[in-house]
């Protein structure tokens, strides 16, 4: 069990946050005069850095932009606290968070705090987990595409969210002018075939199919499963991209990131062991689990699932930039060039093929 369960460490060498500052803010904020203070860092994750903050037997998390960051509009931790804020009591997943900052004597940055969920989380490796049986796992499958569909039933409008929409315009016109601009942006490698894809996006896009509030980066390692049950999710986290949108797009996000049965190996940062386990489902048995819970129509999803692929490309990309220019030491940020090139190989066959 402990192999599923995120664990903090020693902070990362230049991500470290000034306790000094740090640690009397957040006693007299929180009301913890009393009691050990303890700071570790989530190893996972690749854009904003994630910190487990203990004290005396009280854990909770920190979220702050990352170093050296120059992407605009992004990292914005006073959107994501309002979203929590406003999301948590009628949606259950999303987590209580406890305190905003803009008070840039305290750590030169935005930040927030929010209340520490306790599950699993899969990534590559497979665990030991009992009880993972064949049904068990199309359980937790199915699970995961219902519970995208019940946060795209929220009623986004009663919770006050309007301010995350956008009225000019396309939803996926912009989606698609925009993340264009960021890989240009980003550029590092001239990659023919990723010029070739977002043309390809340009030149089709879709009617919007609705306005939902959409998470924008939905998959098995930002989401919490008890520990006891992986059918039932106690969490879903990184809500930083979140906002108004059509909610195909955020299906075919998701998508983006399923891998099917008996395919050959996708991205690294992708994969999940639940792929090849007996009972884990399709791309479109995921689609079609969501389309009957939500009443969308998913009957033509391979644009939804390409520009997903284009887009992590482009997030990977940005990603690298700050590493290839010297902005940030982390090296897991070293091989993602290639990660960029697979993934821009990869939709540009989609799009031959047709379906997803």
Request: aromatic share 10%; charged share 25%; proline share 4%.
């Amino acid at each position: 069990m402990d192999e599923v369960v995120d664990k903090a460490v020693e902070v990362r060498e230049g991500e470290e946050l000034n306790r000094e500052t740090l640690e009397p803010f957040l006693r007299e904020q929180l009301g913890f005069p009393d009691g050990e203070f303890d700071l570790t860092q989530f190893p996972g994750g690749h854009s904003n850095l994630t910190y487990l903050v203990k004290i005396d037997e009280t854990e909770m998390v920190l979220r702050r932009p990352p170093f050296g960051s120059k992407v605009k509009g992004a990292h914005d931790m006073n959107r994501e606290y309002t979203i929590l804020s406003k999301l948590n009591p009628v949606y259950s997943p999303a987590p209580k968070p406890l305190l905003f900052c803009d008070d840039q004597d305290i750590l030169g940055c935005d930040f927030y705090v929010m209340e520490r969920l306790n599950g699993m989380i899969l990534r590559n490796a497979r665990p030991e987990i009992q009880g993972l049986t064949a049904e068990m796992v199309a359980h937790t499958c199915t699970a995961m595409a219902a519970n995208l569909a019940d946060l795209h039933m929220v009623d986004w409008q009663s919770i006050g969210l309007e301010s995350l929409q956008k009225k000019e315009g396309s939803f996926m016109q912009r989606q698609v002018d925009g993340w264009t601009k960021r890989y240009a942006g980003s550029k590092t490698h001239d990659i023919t075939l990723i010029d070739q894809v977002l043309k390809w996006c340009l030149d089709n896009v879709p009617e919007v199919s609705g306005a939902v509030l959409i998470h924008n980066d939905y998959k098995f390692d930002n989401v919490i499963l008890d520990a006891t049950d992986s059918s039932r999710i106690v969490g879903v986290l990184d809500w930083e991209m979140s906002t108004i949108g059509d909610p195909l797009f955020d299906l075919g996000v998701a998508l983006g990131y399923w891998v099917n049965p008996g395919e050959p190996d996708g991205i690294s940062t992708t994969q999940c062991f639940i792929y090849d386990e007996p009972g884990s489902i399709t791309r479109r048995q995921f689609a079609e689990t969501y389309g009957e819970r939500t009443g969308f129509d998913v009957s033509n999803m391979n644009y939804y699932y390409v520009f997903a692929m284009i887009k992590l490309a482009v997030v990977l990309q940005q990603i690298y930039y700050r590493y290839h220019h010297g902005m940030t030491t982390d090296e897991r940020f070293a091989g993602m060039i290639q990660g960029v090139k697979l993934l821009a190989e990869r939709s540009a066959v989609f799009i031959d093929r047709g379906d997803y």
